[in-house]
């Protein structure tokens, strides 16, 4: 069963007094119990379309959709605040600036105490005790692999490293018992060991508890191996989507065989806007955006065509917008 099923998303920005289309017909489908893998280079427009799920875009936006449904409730046409209900029940963010979303006046055990609902409680009966959502608390430290649980419950947050941070993140991205994990980037500017732990935490979260986790990054390297299923964006379009090993096998879109190419670099963690070792040039602002297939100035296979937008195209289970795809002839 899909649990999050958005068509043609589109939204329009204004940038310096002109409105420019920050995403543009993006499609994705989240299935119950997916690790789903959101990827694109910085800028492509991964952490607008977690605003969009989320509803937490700037109201003089412009978002429109065919379809943006979550477990078949239609996300566009419910009010503000039953539509923040659905959220707070069903999805967990973890934002890309993790110390940004939390309360830099309150110690984090108080922040993840709060965010632990009443149900979850075993004393249901009773006005649940500060002493069992003490203990939970733990428990969730301890399933997050923080072990040290009395000295990151007293910290604040601009006490505590990044890692840890996002250890924590993932605990209250837990405690409130969610359908989904949004991860935006979390392992981004994290050494080698720091981001296998996250990795390997956020897999085993999904195997045991089989939640679905949307997993944004720009690393491909790091989720590669994790995802069952990625939706690989460019300049604000879904360019390409499909089962993981399919796509690693064989990619269709110019631009996610780049990805690919480009992967073991990605090791190091590319700072923002940095240049893909198999595309000449980066991606363009929104101001410069290109006519027709936004890759075209960087693609080697662009030919005139490419000057009108490709339509999505689809074999099997596996979409592709492009005009000349890689190995069309196995097509
Ligand atoms: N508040 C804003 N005002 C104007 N432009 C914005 C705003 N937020 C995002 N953008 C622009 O929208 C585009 C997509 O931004 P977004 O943050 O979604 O990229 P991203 O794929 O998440 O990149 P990164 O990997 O660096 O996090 C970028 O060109 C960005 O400059
Ligand atoms: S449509 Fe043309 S420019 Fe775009 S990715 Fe395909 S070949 Fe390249
Ligand atoms: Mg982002």
């Known amino acids: 069963m899909n649990l999050l099923d958005i068509k043609n998303l589109t939204l329009e920005i204004d940038v310096a007094g002109q409105w420019v289309k920050a995403l543009d017909k993006v499609n994705l489908v989240i299935f119950e119990g997916q690790i789903h893998a959101l990827v694109g280079e910085s800028g492509s427009g991964k952490s607008l379309i977690v605003k969009a799920i989320v509803g937490a875009l700037p109201q003089r936006w412009r978002i429109t959709a065919d379809r943006m449904t ?3 409730q239609n996300l566009l046409t419910m009010s503000a605040s039953a539509r923040r209900d659905l959220i707070r029940n069903d999805i967990s963010v973890i934002f890309q600036n993790p110390k940004g979303s939390l309360d830099p006046l309150l110690t984090l055990g108080e922040q993840l105490k709060e965010i632990i609902p009443d149900s979850s409680c075993e004393a249901k009966w009773f006005w649940p005790s500060r002493s069992e959502k003490q203990r939970l608390a733990i428990e969730l430290l301890h399933r997050v692999g923080i072990k040290d649980h009395d000295l990151c419950m007293r ?8 890692d840890v ?44 508890r089989k939640l679905s986790i949307l ?20 300049c604000g379009q879904s360019v390409e989507s499909g ?4 796509l690693k096998k064989r990619a ?26 198999s595309l000449d040039g980066t991606i363009p602002t929104l101001q410069h955006l290109p006519t027709g297939c936004r890759l075209g100035p960087r693609c080697p296979r662009a030919r005139r065509e490419c ?3 490709p339509a999505v195209r ?18």
């Open 252 to 277: 269709l879109h110019p631009y996610t065989q780049a990805l690919l190419d480009s992967a073991p670099s990605f090791r190091k963690d590319l700072p923002p806007k940095s240049t893909l070792s």
């Open 307 to 309: 000057v009108v937008v």
């Open 70 to 72: 979550w477990r078949g």
């Open 155 to 162: 910290s604040y947050p601009h006490q505590i490293s990044n």
């Open 314 to 331: 689809r074999v099997h289970e596996h979409y592709y917008s492009c005009h000349f795809p890689l190995h069309w002839d196995k097509i």
């Open 215 to 234: 997993f944004v990054s720009h690393d491909l390297l790091a989720i590669s191996s994790m995802a069952h299923y990625m939706t690989v964006l460019y």
């Open 165 to 208: 941070c996002q250890k924590f993140m993932i605990a209250m991205a837990l405690a409130s018992e969610p359908k989904l994990i949004i991860a935006d980037d979390p392992t981004r500017g994290m050494e080698i060991t720091a981001k296998s732990q996250i990795l390997k935490l956020l897999t085993r979260v999904n195997q045991v």
């Open 243 to 246: 089962n993981m090993l399919q």
